[in-house]
């Protein structure tokens, strides 16, 4: 019978278990804790190496990888544990040019104290953006369209 490798979490054990191939990817309780123990896989030893500085996968295809994710080249600068390949910022919804008009309107309104939000509280000009993507403010005087408030 091939000798298998087994880990186990709750105790960070790793043992070693005679077992016939067939069972050999079944969980084997382990020797400390009873617990059921996951094989090891031999592929998961040794997965990266570092070269240059930079964590690389073997067998070494040139690639580098970032918090284990592919990329073609090493971060460089920026902020640690930032890659462009994989933190893509994303850009921001541009917004139409009615609803920035809308926006400033609503602004001003909340600068007199006419914007209040869904309990009727004041809305204050700067979290009017805010409020207003979330749908939580209306003008004084709208028509609410909750119609439990009558
Ligand atoms: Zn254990």
Redesign the pocket.
């Known amino acids: 019978m091939p000798l298998y490798e087994y880990y186990?979490e709750?105790?960070h054990?790793i043992f070693e278990e005679l077992r016939p191939m067939r069972e050999a990817t079944e969980p084997v309780p382990?020797p400390?804790?009873f617990?059921d123990?996951t094989r090891i896989m031999p592929t998961s030893f040794a997965a990266f190496t570092f070269r240059e500085g930079y964590p690389r996968r073997i067998p070494d295809d040139g690639k580098y990888y970032h918090l284990g994710t592919k990329v073609s080249k090493p971060a460089t600068g920026g902020r640690p544990n930032e890659h462009p390949e994989v933190n893509k910022p994303t850009p921001k919804p541009r917004k139409l040019k009615g609803e920035i008009s809308e926006l400033r309107d609503m602004q001003q309104a909340a600068a007199k104290g006419d914007v209040v939000d869904n309990y009727g509280n004041t809305v204050r000009p700067r979290e009017v953006a805010k409020m207003k993507d979330e749908g939580r403010i209306l003008k004084k005087g709208t028509a609410r369209s909750d119609p439990s408030l009558g």
């Open positions: 186990c709750p105790c054990g382990c400390d804790c617990k123990a």
